[in-house]
């Protein structure tokens, strides 16, 4: 899989991306520079490293994203339950539930899904 792992810092500026998007790298700038406290070359430089790993694009000075904010989320929690559990989503859910984490709203929430995902199946 790839690296696609964002620092605290890099995670905020991809998020001042999406947030913006499609936005000039000219207005990316300062805005960085107002949120982040940023000079224009810390910008560019991070700007730079993100499009290589191939999550956002900057075409004539206009900077989008490659991946929605939701593709790259979907992509880091896989990569998390790869590395961790050994790609076993059940064992991350026990581990999560056992843990406390699951609220009687998120067991709901989680079931309707599988209903959901399961109704897809069936049709394949």
Known sequence: MDDLRLGVVEARFADLIWANEPIRSGDLVKLCAKELEWKKSTTYT?????????IFQNVNGMVTSILSQREFQARQSKGFVEDVFSGSLPAFIAAFA???GLSDRDISEIRKMIAEYDGRNEHV
């Not at 991070?46 to 191939?54: A, M, N, P, T």
């Open 46 to 54: 991070v700007l730079k490293k993100l499009c290589e790993k191939g």
């Open 98 to 100: 056992e843990s406390g």
